[in-house]
Each structure stands twice: as C-alpha cells, then as structure tokens.
C-alpha cells in the first residue's frame, strides 16, 4: 500500500544543521517532495527530487534519496528562526496518475 | 511563479448551513484541482480529485453529496460542504496541477479554516 512516514517533531540550536526524515513504501515513485507549511498557511514547494536521483542540492537545502531503502532526507543548513514549520514529505505515484502522498509532518521547533 | 488563490482563508457558519470555498488559479490554467482536507496536527487527506469539465472523483469514505465539488473553467474549482456539521470543522486546502508545469507543478491554496458552531 501507499504510505508515508515520518518522525513528529525535531528540534535543533539555531545555526546547527537540521536533518528531516522520511520514509515511504511505493516503489513506484515518481518524484518526491518536500513541502513547508506555517501556521495557518497552506503549503509551500521547498523542493524536490526525480526517482532516479540520489542528491540533490538547493542552497541551504540539500535532499539525500536512499531508494533501495526507501529514505528521503532534507538537510536545512544554519537552521534559522524562520525555518520554524511543520514539513511535509510527499510522493507521487507512477501508479496513480498525477495523485500524491503526504507523510504526517514534521514539526521543527528552533531554540537559541 | 504559479499562484493559487484560495477565499475564503476563515469562516465560520451555523450547523446546518452551506459552505462555498473558491480556488482560482491565477497565472496558469489548472487542468486538475485537488481538494483536501487536514485535521490539526495531521496530515493532508485528499478529498477528490476534479479535472476541468468532467465529474470529480472521490476518494473512498468522502461523501460525494456533502462536499460538492465544481471544475467548471480552467481557472476556477470551488467546494461546497452542504448541511455542515461541528464534524467538518477543519482545514481545507486546494492544490492545482497544470499540465503545462508537468508532475511537480502542484501549487497550493493559502487553505480555509472551517468552523461548524
């Protein structure tokens, strides 16, 4: 079945690097996302990577696919105040036409 | 870039009234919108799926008659939640794909906050 799962919560020191989780379980993956939503907001495209790539790197951020493991990781580099948001993992599905996924959500809290 | 522009972002409304939230994409034309709905601190659920022209297409457990969904142009789809209950309180969020911005093209709605009292 489709899923998509990631950790609820990270919190790291501003400046530090954050690193988001996800895994997912269709093999069939098109594309993998990685989206931010602020509180009250909808949701904004940070990024995102073809199933055929392994990294790929977008100034602070940086994307690490694992596709025999079915692992996708964003990489924040110096953490800021404003990066505080909940971020959204997500798959589209070469069998399911246009149609994606969302994983749960991770809440990245940043403390001084 | 691809705007999506979603209204209203907050309403609230009487149990038993009706509900009309608006998506228009503004810059692109929208061949496919995708309407969901998110509970607070959950995820996106998608809804259904609505091509312009045509019927949408529910995902199972979704009560086609309670949230009516309309794709009549390119650049507008609208969702009607009819009978609205304390239970469809929620966040709703719209996504529109445009063939033209191939598979990574889904641009979000900023969402309305739905409020059953």
């Known amino acids: 079945g489709e899923d998509v799962e990631q950790s609820l919560f990270l919190s790291v020191r501003e400046g530090d690097s954050s690193v988001i989780n996800c895994t997912y379980t269709d093999s069939s993956s098109t594309y993998l996302y990685w989206y931010k939503q602020e509180p009250g907001a909808g949701l904004q495209l940070l990024t995102y990577?073809?199933?055929?790539?392994d990294m790929k790197q977008d100034q602070r951020l940086t994307v690490l696919l694992n596709k025999k493991d079915k692992h996708l990781s964003l990489r924040i580099a110096d953490t800021q105040t404003g990066d505080s948001a909940i971020y959204f993992c997500?798959?589209?599905?070469?069998?399911?036409?246009?149609?994606?996924?969302f994983g749960s959500g991770t809440r990245l809290s940043i403390r001084p | 870039g691809a705007v999506v522009s979603q209204h209203p972002s907050r309403v609230i409304c009487k149990s038993g009234t009706s509900v009309k939230i608006e998506c228009r994409s503004l810059d692109f034309q929208a061949t496919t919108m995708f309407w969901y709905r998110q509970f607070p601190k959950q995820s996106l659920m998608l809804m259904a799926t609505s091509n312009e022209g045509s019927k949408a297409t529910y995902e199972q457990g979704v009560e086609k008659d309670k949230f009516l969904i309309n794709h009549a142009s390119l650049t507008l789809s609208t969702l009607t939640v009819t009978s609205a209950h304390p239970e469809d309180s929620s966040f709703y969020i719209c996504s529109g794909l445009s063939g033209e911005l191939n598979n990574y093209g889904y641009t979000f709605g900023s969402g309305t906050r739905l409020t059953v009292v």
């Open positions: 990577i073809f199933s055929n790539m």
């Open positions: 997500a798959e589209s599905l070469r069998s399911s036409a246009s149609k994606i996924i």
